[in-house]
Structures are given as C-alpha cells and as structure tokens.
C-alpha cells in the first residue's frame, strides 16, 4: 500500500507503523498496525526492526510523514 501510495498521491503519511511501546521521548505509544499482544515485537513474518529503519530512512528523505501521536479533529 506504501508502494501504491507514493506513485499516486502527492505526500504519504503513515500512522501507527511506529513498531515500539515508547517513542523517542519515552511517551506510551498506543497506535499500532498489527496486533498488541506481540512479544518483542517480532512475528514470523516481520522484522519490525529493519521495517522501522527503511521508514525512517524514507522519511529522513522527505518521502513520507510519520505519525505517532493521536489523531486529534482539527477546526474547521
């Protein structure tokens, strides 16, 4: 869907693809992708480790956003 995203739209943001129970300052991440349950935050089938590196490496770059935070209703 990234994929997909980047050839069709003019910015990417990604929200809960942050794969860690704290952010960089240490605040709870409640938003995940997959379930909460998870030990490590590891599964068969992803290494949440080198997924965040790439994202972080595209948003490093300007391609996509990253958000972490809560979604919150902006005023109209």
């Given at each position: 869907?990234?994929?997909?995203?980047?050839?069709l739209?003019?910015?990417v943001s990604?929200?809960?693809?942050?794969?860690?129970?704290?952010?960089?300052?240490?605040?709870?991440?409640?938003?995940?992708?997959?379930?909460?349950?998870?030990?490590?935050f590891?599964?068969?089938?992803?290494?949440?480790?080198?997924?965040y590196?790439?994202?972080?490496?595209?948003?490093?770059?300007?391609?996509?956003?990253?958000?972490?935070?809560?979604?919150?209703?902006?005023?109209k």
């Amino acid at each position: 869907m990234l994929a997909l995203g980047e050839s069709l739209c003019k910015s990417v943001s990604l929200f809960g693809f942050y794969p860690y129970e704290t952010d960089g300052l240490g605040n709870k991440v409640f938003t995940h992708y997959y379930q909460p349950d998870l030990e490590n935050f590891h599964t068969w089938a992803h290494d949440f480790d080198a997924e965040y590196r790439m994202l972080t490496s595209m948003r490093d770059k300007g391609i996509l956003e990253m958000v972490t935070s809560p979604c919150v209703e902006r005023e109209k």
